[in-house]
């Protein structure tokens, strides 16, 4: 039986994200609740290293908990989905409670309170929890949650992730600005682009858990990059965002929130 190395890490959405960039040689297999990659020879997994310390160096974020096993039995080890689906005809059922604020079908009109339609199923789900564990807290949200179960939160997550987000117009006169921190970030201070994880469209990764910022109103985006940034909003898994915000000045969270908006 030839050996398989086993490459694990706390860092499960890079672990996800990166073979779909082609950073990462494709492992054979990953399971999600161990953050668990496997991989066949050694070659492979030194240039998962090397790939991971390139890349995450440059962002700083240096957490990984990497060790490498040899292991010859790991046949439990297979690709599992990585959420359970939820109903979303049972979260519209559900969801009368968020359409005051979010709106019916999760486009918000109130330009502080977020659109929900169209984004990411996991990323929402993950959102409800992290309110629910008060990992993420806002007063205006932790009543909604209090009294969700765990299907509850599946379903409203399946049901506005299946609507359709309505477009946000992009205006303001930083939009030069916007595009240029978007698409190449800031070298000088270390502000990552953000177009490697939310995609250069906007549209996020579903399976990394990146959201999607198109068509979100610009005042939301701009609360939340100030909230990561005065490490208010701390639910980032391995301070992703925080590392990206807390380089950047005010100009440029308001210019790349306007522009934001308008992507697509
Ligand atoms: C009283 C108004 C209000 C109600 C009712 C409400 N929300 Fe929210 N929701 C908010 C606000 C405000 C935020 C932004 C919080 C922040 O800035 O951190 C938010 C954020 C969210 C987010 C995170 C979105 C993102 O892009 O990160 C999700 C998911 C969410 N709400 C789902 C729900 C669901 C599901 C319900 C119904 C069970 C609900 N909300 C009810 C006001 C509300
Ligand atoms: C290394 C990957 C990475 C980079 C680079 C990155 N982001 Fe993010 N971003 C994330 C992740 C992951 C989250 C979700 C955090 C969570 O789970 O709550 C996020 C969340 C956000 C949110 C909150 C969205 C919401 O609905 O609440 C905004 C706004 C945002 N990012 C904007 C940006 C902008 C603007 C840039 C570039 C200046 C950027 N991001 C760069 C990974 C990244």
Redesign the pocket.
């Known amino acids: 039986m030839p050996s398989l190395y086993v490459v694990t890490t706390e860092n499960i959405e890079i672990l996800l994200n990166a073979p779909a960039l082609g950073w990462l040689p494709k492992p054979l297999g990953f399971c999600e609740q161990g953050a668990i990659m496997v991989y066949r020879s050694f070659s492979e997994v030194f240039a998962f290293i090397v790939c991971i310390k390139n890349t995450f160096g440059v962002l700083n974020m240096g957490i990984f908990n990497m060790k490498l096993i040899f292991s010859l039995f790991i046949t439990f080890i297979l690709s599992s989905p990585l959420i359970a689906a939820g109903d979303a005809g049972a979260g519209k059922q559900?969801?009368a409670?968020?359409a005051?604020?979010?709106g019916a079908d999760g486009n918000s009109v109130n330009l502080?309170?977020?659109?929900?339609a169209g984004?990411s199923e996991a990323?929402?789900l993950k959102?409800?929890k992290d309110?629910k564990g008060q990992k993420?807290?806002?007063p205006?949200?932790s009543?909604?949650?209090a009294a969700?179960e765990d299907q509850?939160?599946m379903d409203?997550?399946a049901y506005?992730a299946t609507q359709t987000g309505s477009p946000s117009s992009a205006d303001g006169a930083q939009l030069e600005l916007g595009e240029l921190i978007y698409r190449g970030g800031n070298l000088e201070t270390g502000v990552a682009a953000c177009t490697g994880c939310h995609s250069p469209t906007g549209a996020g990764n579903a399976a990394a858990v990146f959201?999607r910022l198109s068509g979100?109103h610009s005042k939301?985006i701009s609360?939340?990059l100030r909230?990561f940034r005065d490490n208010l909003?701390g639910n980032d898994q391995a301070s992703m965002m925080r590392s990206v915000a807390k380089r950047m000045t005010i100009e440029e969270i308001e210019a790349v929130s306007q522009y934001v908006a308008g992507l697509h």
């Open positions: 559900k969801s409670a968020c005051a604020c979010h502080e309170w977020p659109k929900l984004q990323y929402l959102q409800l309110f993420r807290v806002n205006l949200m009543g909604p949650v969700l509850d939160m409203l997550a506005f959201p979100q939301y609360t939340q909230s909003r």
